[in-house]
Each structure stands twice: as structure tokens, then as C-alpha cells.
């Protein structure tokens, strides 16, 4: 698996790019990809990425499922690694 960087020519001021995950090992992900995944620069200049996700809620308040979960219950430990994993190749695209 790696990820893949699209940098579109327009978009919010803080979007950085978008990220896909393309799936390379055998078997039954293998040539594909999953998208949603963004970069954006924060207010003091840290990266951070978003999942993709579905916001549900009623009324004013608003939540969002993230869609790619822990499988064995919340663990949001799992969740901030591949976030890590992703900035961290996204700033190694930028270096070389």
C-alpha cells in the first residue's frame, strides 16, 4: 500500500492536496484505491490530514463517522498513526 498526493489547481485557501491509498499487495484490494483522505495547513502552519467521513446529527449539532475505523472498537491511537503515516510521506514528496 502507499499513498498518492493530487494537488488541485483550485480549492479552499488551506488545502494542501488530496491523499489516496492505492492498494498494490495481492489480493482482493490489490488495483485499488481508496480517496477522500485531505491535507491542509492549519492557522500556525501545522499539517494536518482528514478522513473521509459522513456527518450526521439533528437540529445545530453536527458529527462526524470517520470511515476508516479501528476494527476492534474505538481506538483513536490507530486513527492519529495513519494521519502520522500519511503527513509524513506527503512532507518526503515534498523533499524530493
Same mark, same amino acid.
Given at each position: 500500500?502507499? @499513498?498518492?498526493? @493530487?494537488? =488541485?489547481? #483550485?480549492?479552499? /485557501?488551506?488545502?494542501?492536496? %488530496?491523499?489516496?491509498?492505492?492498494?498494490?499487495?495481492? *489480493?482482493? &484490494? /490489490? *488495483?485499488? =484505491? &481508496?480517496? *477522500?483522505?485531505?491535507?491542509?495547513?492549519?492557522? !500556525?502552519?501545522?499539517?494536518? @490530514? #482528514?478522513?473521509? +467521513?459522513?456527518?450526521? $446529527?439533528? $437540529?445545530? %449539532?453536527?458529527?462526524?463517522?470517520?470511515?476508516?475505523? +479501528?476494527? !476492534?472498537?474505538? !481506538?483513536?491511537?490507530?486513527?492519529?498513526? @495513519? =494521519?502520522?503515516?500519511?503527513? /509524513?510521506?506527503?512532507? /518526503? +514528496?515534498?523533499?524530493?
Amino acid at each position: 500500500m502507499h @499513498v498518492q498526493f @493530487v494537488h =488541485k489547481a #483550485t480549492g479552499p /485557501e488551506r488545502l494542501l492536496c %488530496e491523499a489516496e491509498m492505492l492498494f498494490d499487495d495481492q *489480493g482482493p &484490494l /490489490e *488495483g485499488m =484505491k &481508496l480517496v *477522500g483522505f485531505s491535507l491542509w495547513r492549519g492557522a !500556525n502552519g501545522e499539517v494536518f @490530514v #482528514t478522513f473521509p +467521513s459522513r456527518a450526521f $446529527g439533528a $437540529g445545530s %449539532e453536527r458529527k462526524f463517522f470517520d470511515f476508516l475505523r +479501528s476494527a !476492534n472498537g474505538p !481506538n483513536p491511537e490507530l486513527a492519529r498513526r @495513519v =494521519k502520522s503515516w500519511i503527513i /509524513e510521506q506527503y512532507q /518526503e +514528496s515534498q523533499t524530493a
